[in-house]
């Protein structure tokens, strides 16, 4: 048998070291993000300039990757491209993408259409917006200036909201007690659907009116409603905190940067007290709401209580997530299930300024002696290897994880971030009081018994 | 990028070039045409097709993701290297995963523990270069997982930026005992996205495949396709054993020794013409391995004329005749039976039932024949491209079926939606991830599943298969509701207009095509 090695580098380090060259990355790249959250603003249409190739990468890769969902009735080959190649390198694409543009106006249904340029024309210098110009008398059309290589999908849907701020956006007369949600990454955030539904009821719940600028019906209106708005909510620790501040700038919008979506009933209870003193709603129905849903949730919990002391009591918790989701669950498995977090492995690449912030929501408030070991890190490979060295009861993490957290660690295991390719999810999620309980529905599934 | 030779015998594959022709150069490739086969045959013997740039333009997959990466991931000991910034790999997440659900009593490997890496191109990349970050993701990849071969993919980006991905690998390569292959996939080479299996197999050709040092009397090499299932493989293995022969399955799940050894087979047998040509053509070339490409085993007569031809070129006709009768009489009762189905479809429909399959090429000459054998016809057939490798097969196959009219399209959906409304067939036959199609007053269902799937009703290939296929086939002209109730209560991506124009052509620009 033959032996691969690096003849004369056996066992000795690298001289110099690429973190960024990774096995399975956990996200896109910002081309991604930005056309999945164009595909999330309902009757958009993205236009990607770019390789014929980057839609249908997405595609699996991002939207069938994100709980094996379509791309919805703009994506897959839905979506128009202008399919850049050698000689559009040569001569430019700019042509190619007025026509491009031109057609689409024609074919397409739709009231906003969304250029996202990706790495041919970055590379080769198209000037986009000029192309985009010459249309804006017939139709919405913004550009999303990105590629493959300015960073991942995350970044992604940062430079979509700031597309829109700068080409879309007039101040307008702000309306009390509205709210927009920034922060849930369409695709990325692979629950985002369902997690603006469900805060959208919470804080319509409690008095609040919500514009969740993705995926309701709202379409165009809802992004051009954002300025309206007395407050931003901010729902990620790093995605969405740009658009946020420059609306603040801009329209002059407070913005409260919760840094996560609240699962289960402590959290949320405290997220909406917080969301309450902030837009000074009335805090009898406030209490009153809250008082409501958690009488039911915690009622309902006794139903889950034998299955959950029998299969996974006070057990030891790895979370594999990008940071937000992280400190969710992380959160309310430490405060309301009695889990012991050990580690806590952040995989979207925060930008350097936010990964203190990101420790300290893992470590800080957390019940019991357990607090999560943290690392970010994106690289599957080493990811695998951080799990084998700890012993873990239960795993939520990607189904990248799937078989290793069974067969590595004995652990339950539950996708709850990208990728997810073992498990359906439309507008399932677990923000809110009733998060806790779809959890144990959706994990109790690796144990079933004893009898 | 490709090296532009002007070659006495164009079909004539020169492993010292580093990367195969584009197929536009090499076989006249085109993305578009709509008329007769007949016409289309013709207009290809005179060399009048011509590539056409189109105004309005959807996406389409290139040579990179259509799929090379979900496919060169699945290799078992090799690691594959995707030298571009990180969303080209995205769809290889799916690696770790979708595979396993295929179960080891299903004969599945258990080593099905791949591995693979981006180089994650950056900002910093594009302006300085990225060979230093090639570098260490090979030598990373060797120090993480000791593999036999490291496949390193390019893409449009490492393509631009002029990263010189053969000097890297030139230097790496006498210290490292793994065989490093390039492969030359930038998306921007080629319209033609089969120009991406070319690429892979040339680099196979020129880095992987060893001189024979034997020749292995019994072994089948058998390039499968995406679309070929777990059972598919169960079946051509099947049948090929009763034959005393060994299929040598690449590159889904293969070990890198079985692509080393290619050369040593007995026979190149197609599952998918225009997907194994390149290779086929280059194992005889280089090491006088035999092979054909019409028919695929797709059907009852086409896989008996597949075992036929393999028993021709390897002398084993009585053999052959033999089995072809044993299986014979186990299932043409079967497909009689669905042929009788499907009569009974077609009284309570006027008496004819039409099916509009979207096909690459190599589908089109091997499953329309299939469809006649299940007694449906097919006005139109839409194809995904064309060029001219097929060209003989395509004109027997209008000998055996008539002629029907053809759509060349890369499965422009806009274009397939206005096919479809135009003709308004019974069932249309679409691959995955073709957006809102199947949103119709009648039947749509998928033409095939996928690699990772298990399932013997999602079979295609050989005899069962075509009992499988044929079952599921009348088995979706039973209720149509989903398709229905889509469609009246969702919307339609296109406006009116694009339905009321005579020509789904309407955006091409063929007057200003490009050969390349």
């Excluded at chain 1, 250029?115 to 080769?124: F, H, T």
């Excluded at chain 1, 994880?401 to 660690?409: D, P, S």
């Excluded at chain 2, 026979?267 to 225009?274: G, K």
């Amino acid at each position: 048998m033959k032996l691969t090695l690096v003849k004369g580098q056996e066992g000795r380090p690298p001289a110099k070291t690429y973190p960024e060259v990774a096995e399975s990355p956990r996200f896109t790249c910002a081309l991604g993000g930005a056309y999945a959250a164009a595909l999330a603003v309902y009757g958009a249409v993205p236009i990607l300039h770019s390789g014929s190739g980057c839609g249908m990468a997405n595609a699996q890769g991002l939207t069938y990757a994100s709980g094996l969902n379509s791309g919805g009735p703009q994506g897959t080959t839905v979506t128009p491209c202008s399919g850049l190649i050698e000689e559009h390198v040569v001569f430019g694409g700019e042509d190619k993408l007025r026509r491009l543009i031109d057609s689409t106006l024609r074919l397409m249904k739709g009231d906003l259409f969304v250029v996202i340029s990706g790495c041919v024309p970055a590379l080769i210098g198209d000037d986009v917006d000029s192309v985009v110009a010459e249309f804006r008398d017939r139709a919405p059309v913004i550009h999303v200036k990105t590629s493959g290589f300015v960073g991942n999908g995350f970044l992604g849907y940062n430079l979509f909201l700031d597309a829109v701020i700068d080409g879309l956006l007039q101040p307008r007369p702000v309306e009390r007690r509205l709210v927009n949600l920034l922060g849930i990454v369409p695709n990325q955030n692979i629950f985002w659907k369902g997690e603006l539904r469900t805060l959208k009821a919470l804080l319509e719940g409690i008095g609040a009116k919500v514009n969740t600028v993705f995926s309701d019906f709202g379409s165009l209106g809802s992004l051009e409603r954002i300025p309206a708005a007395s407050l931003n909510l901010v729902f990620h620790p790093w995605a969405g905190l740009e658009a946020a501040r420059k609306l603040e700038e801009r329209f002059g919008t407070p913005f409260e940067a919760l840094d996560f979506v609240p699962v289960g009933p402590r959290d949320t209870s405290e997220f909406l007290r917080l969301v309450a003193r902030r837009l000074k709603l009335k805090s009898g129905k406030v209490e009153g709401f809250i008082a409501e849903e958690e009488r039911y949730v915690y009622r309902f919990m006794e139903y889950l209580s034998e299955m959950f002391m029998i299969a996974m009591p006070h057990s030891f918790l790895g979370v594999v997530a990008d940071s937000r989701t992280a400190i969710s669950l992380i959160r309310y498995a430490a405060n309301e299930l009695g889990w012991n977090p050990e580690l806590a492995v952040v995989t979207d690449d925060p930008p350097e300024w936010a990964r203190e912030g990101i420790a300290r929501r893992l470590a800080e408030g957390l019940q019991g002696p357990s607090v999560p070991r943290v690392l970010f890190q994106y690289d599957s490979h080493l990811i695998r290897q951080e799990l084998r060295a700890q012993p873990l009861q239960v795993i939520f993490a990607s189904s990248l994880e799937k078989y290793i957290a069974k067969t590595e660690n004995e652990a339950h295991h539950l996708s709850v971030s990208y990728p997810t390719y073992d498990r359906l999810i439309v507008d399932r999620s677990y923000a809110g009081y009733r998060g806790g309980i779809a959890i144990m529905e959706d994990i109790s599934h690796n144990f079933a018994g004893p009898s | 990028m490709t090296r532009d030779t002007e070659r006495e015998d164009p079909s004539r594959i020169n492993l010292d070039d580093i990367t195969c022709p584009t197929r536009e150069q090499r076989a006249n490739g085109i993305n578009a045409f709509k008329g007769k086969a007949s016409e289309l045959v013709e207009q290809a013997r005179s060399g009048e097709l011509r590539n056409c740039e189109r105004d309005f333009q959807q996406n389409s997959g290139c040579i990179l993701n259509f799929y090379l990466t979900v496919r060169v991931a699945t290799i078992r000991d090799a690691v594959m290297i995707v030298h571009a910034p990180v969303g080209c790999s995205a769809p290889a997440a799916l690696y770790r995963e979708v595979f396993r659900r295929l179960w080891t009593s299903m004969n599945r490997a258990a080593d099905f523990d791949f591995h693979w890496l981006t180089t994650n191109i950056g900002e910093r990349d594009v302006i300085y270069g990225a060979a230093d970050k090639l570098r260490y993701a090979i030598e990373e990849a060797v120090r993480r997982h000791s593999p036999q071969a490291v496949f390193i993919l390019t893409s449009c980006t490492s393509g631009i930026i002029g990263e010189d991905v053969e000097g890297v690998v030139a230097e790496l390569q006498p210290g490292i005992e793994a065989t490093l292959v390039p492969i030359h996939c930038e998306g921007i080479r080629s319209r033609i996205i089969q120009t991406g299996y070319d690429a892979f197999w040339h680099g196979i050709l020129k880095y992987l495949v060893k001189p024979p040092r034997r020749r292995q009397k019994d072994l089948v090499n058998v390039a499968s396709m995406l679309s070929y299932t777990w059972q598919d493989r169960a079946e051509i293995t099947r049948i090929l054993g009763k034959i005393g022969l060994r299929p040598n399955f690449v590159p889904e799940f293969a070990r890198v020794s079985d692509f080393e050894s290619l050369s040593e087979a007995a026979l190149t047998a197609p599952v998918c013409p225009t997907y194994t040509d390149y290779l086929s053509r280059g194992l005889e070339q280089e090491y006088g391995v035999p092979y054909f490409l019409f028919p695929s085993p797709i059907g009852i007569a086409n896989t008996d004329e597949w075992l036929r031809t393999i028993g021709r070129m390897l002398g084993l006709e009585a053999r052959v005749e033999e089995v072809i009768r044993e299986e014979r009489a186990h299932w043409v009762p079967k497909m009689d039976a669905i042929r009788a189905g499907f009569e009974k479809v077609k009284a309570g429909n006027g008496g004819d039932f039409r099916i509009m399959g979207s096909l690459g090429q190599g589908r089109l000459v091997t499953q329309t024949p299939f469809f006649q054998e299940l007694g449906v016809s097919t006005p139109v057939a839409l194809c995904q491209d064309f060029d001219n490798l097929l060209l003989d097969d395509i004109e027997n196959l209008l000998k055996r079926v008539g002629d029907f009219d053809i759509v060349v399209n890369t499965f422009q959906a806009a274009e397939v939606a206005h096919t479809a409304r135009y003709y308004n067939p019974d069932m249309i036959l679409s691959c995955p991830f073709q957006g809102s199609a199947y949103k119709r007053e009648k039947g749509m269902t998928r033409i095939h599943a996928l690699r990772g799937d298990g399932r013997k009703w999602s079979a295609q290939a050989g005899y069962a298969g075509a009992v499988a296929c044929g079952s599921f086939l009348l088995q979706a002209t039973r209720n149509y509701s989903f398709q229905n109730t889509m469609m009246e209560k969702t919307g339609d991506p296109y406006k009116p207009w694009w339905y009321e124009q005579p020509d789904p052509t309407y955006f091409h620009r063929k007057a200003e095509a490009s050969g390349s």
